[in-house]
C-alpha cells in the first residue's frame, strides 16, 4: 500500500470513465495519463456549461454572454497563472497544445525583421537540446536551424536515463542561443538538473526553455523559482480537455518577441500594409482563442489545487515505488530509466526479450484492459540510443491504485505465457 | 434592465453636458492619445498652479459616450487637486477598471467616477473609459518634467 | 414572414441558450453568429460524453480507448470531407481555428529550406489579399512579405460594398504568386466573385486561397465545384465548438508544401539531425490535436446536414429580405455593404448618425438582450476605406427569427431616443 | 476477451510457425521494406514462374506478431496464383485495413487474412499489417519490368 493524504477511492469517482466497462466486459484499468489524461466530471460538466449556456465568442464582444465568455476565460488565465506561480498573468499564452508553444518560441529566432540581438540566429550560433527529448522539442528546433544555418547540438543520455551532463561546458558555450530541454522525460520519467543547466546557460547568456508537458500536470511547478526564460506544458495531460496548452514565458522576453501567427485579436491596429501589435499576452493569441478549453483547463488546475499537488506528487511516488518493486519480478523486463526514486517521476518503459512492445500493449489491452502505450512515444532518438525500436510504458496519475500495478504484472506474465 | 447597466445617469449626464470641454490656454503639456481599436481620440491639456495644485484640465475628443463622459469626469476630478491626490485618484479608476468587475470600487477615492464600475466587465470598453485617464497621466509626467 | 422549409421554433429548442435569461431578466436576442455561433444539445452533448467516457489520446495509442477517440476523430475528418465535397478526406487538415489555417499556408511560402517553385517567394514576387479581408486574412500575408521581401497588394472595394474586380489584370499578373481573399465578407455579408479571380490567376498560374469562414457555416460549399486551392474556415462560426478550425488543400499543393509546426504525430521517422515527415493530412498536425473539438465539429456538420444546408440558406436569404427592409425605416441609418439579396449573405452592418457603435451596441444589449456586435469588427482597413472606425453589424443564423429582427429595429430606436 | 481480438489463434499460429520465412534463390526481384514509426522491417523476394504464376515469395524480417504473421500469411495465399488473383487479394486486404474497423472484409478473396481484420481499427498497428503486403506489391511491380 501507498502511505498517502489522497483518498484514491474518492477520487476514482471523479472520473467517470474510470467505472466504464470496455466491450467484452473487461474493466478498464488505465496506466496511459503520460499520453493524455480522463478527465474528472468538474471538467466536463464545465465545458459542457460553458458550450451550452455561457457560449460566446471573447474580447471583442460587447455583450452579456461576451462578459460571461471573457471574463471565463479570462478567469481561467488567472489560475493558471497562479497554479504555476508566474510572476505576471499576462505571461500565460493560451495555446493549442505544447508542440504549438515550443513552435511559437522556435519561430521567434532567426526572423528577419526582428532584430533583437537575443532573438537573432544564423550560422555559427548554436541550439542545444537532448537526446531524451519528445519530437515536439526536437523537429520545431530542426526546422529552426535549417531556416538559418544555425547549428544544432545535444545533451547525451547515460546508461541509467539521466541526461548526461558531463561536458556541459563544451556543449553549452557563447555560441549557444537556446537550451531547451524537458523538465521530466516522457519515456525515462527522469527528472532533469534544471539548476544546473540553467547555471551554465546565464554563464554565457543564452536563453533556457523547459518542456514541462510531463512535470506540470505531477509536482507543484513554481515559474519563480524554477528560473527558466520559457516553460510549454499541455492541458489533456493535467485533467484538462483537448485543444489547449499553455507558453509561460518570462514577460521581457515576450515583449521582445516577433509575433508568430497573425490575425484577429492579437493586433492593435491594422493598415494594409502593416499592423501594430497588442500587448501580450494576445500579441500570441491569433484568432478565436480555444475559448472552452482554456475555461475547462481553468477547472482542470482547480480540481488538481482541490485535491493538493503535494499529495498528488506523493501518491505517484507511493505507486512509483510500488511498481519498481513488482516489475523487478517480471522474468527477462528490462527497465529503461532510473530504478530508483531519485529525481523521477511515475512513468516506467520496459522492454520484455522477443516479444515486440505492441503485443504486449495489443494483449494487455485485449485480455485484461489494460491500456499501456506502446512505441517509441514521440522520442524515437532515445530508443535508438538505447538501440531498441520500442518500449512498453506505463504511467501513472493521481486516479491510479496499486491493485492497477498488480493487474499490469499479472498481464505481463500472461503475455509471456502466450508468445513463449 | 439591471442593476449594473454600463449607462448610469451620470455618464449620459456628463456625455450630452460635458464639463470643462475645450481646449484652454495657457497650459504646460498638451498630448494626443488614440485608441487604435476603434478609433477613439483625445487631446488633453494640463496647466499647473501654486503648491502642486492642478490648476486646469482642458480637452478635446471623440468617440463613444463612455470615453468623452470619461473625460468630463476626469475634469472635474482632477481640477483644483493636488497632482499627488490626482494620480492616485487616477491609480485608483485604472485598478477599478482593470478588474474584470471583480474589483470593489472606493467612492471616497472616486466620487463620480464610480458610475463606471459596470464598463470593467467589457475589456473592449475599458480603454474607452481609460483613454484620457491615460492621457491625464501621460500629460502630468510631462508638465512635471519641464 | 420568411418563406421557408425550415421549422426555426423547432431548432430553436436544440440551441438551450436561446430560451436563457439575461441578468436583469432580460431575453437573449442573439445576433451575433457571424463572430461565433452558439452550439446545439447535440453538439455539446457528443462533447460531454466523449470527455466523460470515450476520451484518449488518438493515432499513437493502441488501446480500447485509443481506437474509439481515433475512430470518432478520423470519422470526424470524414464528416468534414463530404460537408464540404473534399476530394478526399486526407486533404482535410484540423487547425485551431481558421486563423492558423491561414497562417499555416502564409508560412509555406518563402521557406528556404522548400524549393518547390510554386512556394517559393522572394523580392519581385506578388501576394495579393483584398480591403475588405478579416485581420487573420492580412497579418499573416503582411508577414509573409516582411520575411521574404515579396510585394503585397489588395482590391479595393466599392462603395456599394463589392470587391472591385475593374483592374483584376493590372493587380494579378505574372509575379504573383498566390491571391487570397474572402468567400464572404465578414462586415458586409458580400459574396465574393470567385470565379472572375480564378480565371484571372489561373492565367498568371498564381494559386488561389479563399477565406470561407464566413460562407461554410451558411451555404453549401462544394471544393470540387468551387475550384479553389486553399479554403479555411472555423468550427465555432458553424454551430461547432472552439478550438478547432479547418484547412482544405489540393492534394498535391499539400505534399509539396514543407510542414509549419514540428513535432510528435506529423513524422514519420526522427534522427537527431533531421526528420521526414508523414503524409497529409498528419504532417500539418503536430502535436495532440483538439480532439474532442474535432470530434464536436462532426457532430456540428451532421446537424446543420440534419436541418439542412440548402434550407439554412433560404431561411437566412429570407431575413436577410426582411431585414434589409425594416433597417431601410431607422432614420440615419447607413448600411455599410450591399443593399439588395444578390450575392450577401446574411450580416447587415451600419451606422447611426452622432451616436458611436460601442454605444448603440451596449445599450441594445443592456436595455433589451440584444448581442450585436460593434466596433471594426477585425477588418479595420474596410472601415478606413468607409471613413468610420467603426459600425454595428447584426449577424443572421439558422436560428434566428423575424420578430429578432423586429426587436432589433425597436432597439434602435430606443438607442436614438436616449442620444437624443 | 472481446469478439474482435486483435490475436485470433490464426494470427498467433503463424507467427509462431511462419510459412515460407527465409531468402530463397533464386529471385526475380527483391525489396526491403521498414517501418519507420516502429522500426518493423521485412526483405522480401519474389519469383515469377510459368503463366503469370507467383513460384515463390520468400522473406525475412523481424517486428510485431502482426507484421511477422501477415508475412506468413502473404506467403500462402500468393504462391501458386497468378499475379493477377493475388493482386486483387492484396488490394481487397489493403481496402480492409485502411477501412478503420468499418469495412466488411470479403472471406472468399481473403481466406486466412481475414483474421486480421481485428487490425484495422488501430491505426498504428494497420502499418504492421500492410508492411510486408506492400513490399510484395512493389517486388512485383519491379520483376514485372525486368
Ligand atoms: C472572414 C473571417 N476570416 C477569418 C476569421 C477568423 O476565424 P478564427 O477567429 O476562428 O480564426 C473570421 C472570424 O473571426 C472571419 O469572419
Ligand atoms: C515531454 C512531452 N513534450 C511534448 C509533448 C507534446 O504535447 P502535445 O501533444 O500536447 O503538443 C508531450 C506529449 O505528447 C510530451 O510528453
Known amino acids: 500500500m501507498t502511505s498517502t493524504s489522497l483518498d484514491v477511492e474518492r477520487i476514482r469517482k471523479d472520473f467517470p470513465v474510470l467505472s466504464r466497462e470496455l466491450p467484452g466486459g473487461r474493466p478498464l484499468v488505465y496506466l496511459d495519463s503520460g499520453n493524455s489524461s480522463q478527465k474528472p466530471t468538474a471538467v466536463v460538466e464545465t465545458v459542457r456549461e460553458h458550450l451550452a449556456m455561457h457560449y460566446s465568442n471573447v474580447g471583442r464582444a460587447m455583450h452579456a454572454l461576451g462578459a460571461e465568455s471573457t471574463e471565463a476565460y479570462e478567469s481561467a488565465r488567472d489560475k493558471v497563472a497562479e497554479f504555476i506561480g508566474a510572476p505576471s498573468r499576462d505571461e500565460v499564452i493560451f495555446t493549442k497544445n505544447a508542440s504549438e508553444a515550443l513552435n511559437l518560441v522556435a519561430y521567434s529566432f532567426g526572423n528577419p525583421g526582428n532584430t533583437d540581438p537575443r532573438f537573432t540566429l544564423g550560422p555559427g550560433d548554436e541550439v542545444v537540446i537532448s537526446e531524451m527529448e519528445h519530437h515536439s522539442n526536437i523537429v520545431p528546433w530542426q526546422f529552426l536551424v535549417q531556416r538559418t544555418g544555425a547549428t544544432l547540438k545535444w545533451f547525451g543520455v547515460t546508461d541509467d536515463g539521466r541526461l548526461d551532463i558531463a561536458d556541459i561546458s563544451g556543449l553549452i558555450t557563447e555560441r549557444t542561443k537556446i537550451v531547451s530541454i524537458a523538465h521530466q522525460s516522457n519515456v525515462l520519467g527522469t527528472i532533469n538538473p534544471v539548476a544546473d543547466v540553467l547555471r551554465r546557460a546565464r554563464e554565457v547568456g543564452a536563453l533556457v526553455m523547459l518542456d514541462a508537458s510531463q512535470s506540470v500536470p505531477h509536482h507543484a511547478v513554481d515559474m519563480a523559482a524554477l528560473g527558466a526564460d520559457f516553460v510549454a506544458f499541455t492541458g489533456h495531460k493535467m485533467v484538462g480537455p483537448s485543444g489547449i496548452g499553455v507558453l509561460w514565458g518570462r514577460a521581457e522576453l515576450l515583449d521582445a518577441m516577433p509575433p508568430f501567427m497573425g490575425g484577429g485579436e492579437m493586433i492593435e491596429a491594422v493598415w494594409m500594409d502593416h499592423s501594430t501589435y497588442a500587448p501580450v499576452p494576445h500579441k500570441f493569441e491569433a484568432g478565436t482563442p480555444p475559448i472552452v478549453e482554456a475555461i475547462g483547463l481553468g477547472a482542470a488546475v482547480d480540481y488538481l489545487t482541490g485535491v493538493g499537488m503535494e499529495a498528488i506528487e506523493a501518491h505517484e511516488r507511493g505507486l512509483t ?100 | 434592465m439591471i442593476g449594473e447597466s454600463m449607462y448610469q445617469e451620470l455618464i449620459l449626464e456628463h456625455y450630452k453636458h460635458p464639463q470643462g470641454r475645450g481646449l484652454r490656454d495657457p497650459y504646460d503639456a498638451e498630448v494626443h492619445h488614440v485608441n487604435p481599436t ?109
Chains 1, 3 share one sequence.
Not at chain 1, 381 to 390: D, S, T, V
Not at chain 2, 99 to 115: F, H, M, Q, S, Y
Request: with cysteine; net charge negative; proline share 3%.
Open chain 1, 321 to 420: 515505488a510500488y511498481a519498481l518493486d513488482a516489475l523487478r519480478e517480471v522474468p527477462t523486463l528490462r527497465l529503461i530509466g532510473p530504478d530508483s526514486l531519485d529525481q523521477r517521476g511515475a512513468t516506467l518503459s520496459f522492454t520484455l526479450d522477443g516479444i515486440h512492445p505492441h503485443d504486449v500493449g495489443q494483449l494487455l489491452d485485449d485480455e485484461f484492459g489494460i491500456a499501456v502505450r506502446v512505441g517509441h512515444h514521440c522520442a524515437r532518438p532515445l530508443h535508438l540510443r538505447f538501440g531498441i525500436p520500442a518500449t512498453t510504458r506505463a504511467s501513472f496519475y493521481l486516479y491510479n491504485t496499486t491493485d492497477e500495478i498488480d493487474a499490469l504484472v499479472r498481464g505481463l506474465h500472461h503475455v509471456q505465457k502466450v508468445f513463449a
Open chain 2, 38 to 146: 476603434c478609433g477613439d481620440e483625445i487631446t488633453l491639456r494640463v496647466k499647473l498652479g501654486d503648491a502642486g495644485k492642478i490648476e486646469d484640465v482642458s480637452y478635446d475628443g471623440q468617440g463613444c459616450s463612455i470615453s468623452q463622459a470619461a473625460a468630463s469626469v476626469l475634469h472635474e476630478l482632477t481640477t483644483g487637486s493636488t497632482v499627488e491626490e490626482t494620480l492616485s485618484v487616477v491609480d485608483e479608476f485604472t485598478r477599478l477598471m482593470q478588474g474584470r468587475g471583480k474589483v470593489e470600487a472606493d467612492e471616497d477615492v472616486l466620487g463620480d467616477a464610480v458610475a463606471f464600475a459596470g464598463v470593467a466587465k467589457f475589456p473592449a470598453r475599458v480603454k474607452c473609459a481609460l483613454l484620457s485617464w491615460m492621457a491625464y497621466k501621460d500629460a502630468v509626467v510631462r508638465s512635471a518634467a519641464r
